[in-house]
């Protein structure tokens, strides 16, 4: 059975000891304040001398252990401290989000607060419906491009984008398929969903990785992917001011593409009347 065991770090000689089993990876993993507020909704409920809100990083320790053939799921509540996840599911989402790299850094630097006030739990609902619609299995779909900045609060997504291993036959608003974006990505399709240096999981989802989402937007180099470079190098900085001002951007960018498709689609008609006429 596998464990996920975590505890905040302590200041005492020496650490106490995790549940019997067999320790397959651990980790140290420092988060800043709104992370650990976003975690702690997530593991509730929490050990009752666990801090339920911190001022500075908060250093965790995480291990994943494999418990001995026959012995029965562990109280959530461990001895020293520890909180023992066994349920499939909680160990699943967490260990993405504890056990990657790509996990911690979103833990760390997304802005939890802001994607929430966007009904994130709605969009999460609607993915995973057009999903089962399609008979489209989570694991073998990948999401790119916009809907990235908005998990991690930089910005809305004008549309959703998606890399799938399988066919689909029908695609509906707002969702479209991303195979365009490859050629930027530099990676094959199956890599970028089949290997975790490409992608992090969040809500059941994976999604394209940080950084490799950053290598397509400098490769494309469009303004509205310069726009959102920007954006994202001043979330890592902390320079919220410079996000501010790159949203404001982005809704121009947006207005004067709508424009300049209206003025085409207008410019077609204009131009089918006057053959018609001819």
């Not at 053939?69 to 066994?86: E, I, K, N, Q, V």
């Not at 057009?130 to 990948?142: H, N, Q, T, Y």
């Not at 490799?212 to 190098?233: F, I, P």
Request: hydrophobic letters at 45%.
């Amino acid at each position: 059975m596998p464990l996920l065991a975590l505890r905040p770090m302590q200041w005492e000689w020496r650490e106490a000891p995790p549940p019997p089993g067999v320790v397959l990876e651990g980790h140290e993993i420092g988060l800043t304040p709104e992370a650990w507020r976003y975690l702690a909704d997530r593991l509730a409920p929490l050990p009752p001398d666990w801090p339920q809100e911190v001022h500075g990083e908060l250093q965790i320790s995480v291990k994943c252990l494999v418990l001995a053939a026959g012995m029965g799921a562990p109280p959530r509540f461990g001895d020293g401290d520890w909180l023992l996840l066994s349920r499939p599911d909680e160990v699943a989402d967490l260990s993405a989000l504890l056990l990657n790299p790509h996990g911690v850094h979103f833990l760390n630097h997304a802005r939890h607060s802001r994607r929430s006030s966007w009904h994130w739990q709605q969009r999460v609902a609607r993915i995973h419906a057009f999903l089962e619609r399609r008979e489209l299995p989570p694991a073998d779909v990948l999401i790119d491009a916009g809907l990235v900045l908005e998990l991690y609060g930089i910005r809305r997504a004008h549309g959703i984008v998606l890399l799938s291993l399988e066919d689909v036959e029908a695609w509906e608003m707002p969702f479209r398929a991303g195979d365009d974006l490859l050629i930027h990505h530099g990676q094959s399709k199956q890599e970028l969903i089949n290997d975790p240096r490409y992608h992090l999981v969040v809500d059941g989802l994976k999604f394209v990785a940080f950084h490799q989402l950053k290598y397509l937007k400098q490769r494309r180099r469009r303004l509205v992917d310069l726009n959102d470079l920007a954006m994202m190098n001043a979330l890592e900085e902390g320079r919220l001011w410079r996000l501010y001002l790159g949203r404001w951007l982005d809704i121009g960018l947006v207005a004067v593409s709508m424009l300049q498709h209206s003025v085409s689609r207008l410019a077609c008609r204009v131009g089918l009347r006057a053959g018609r006429g001819a």
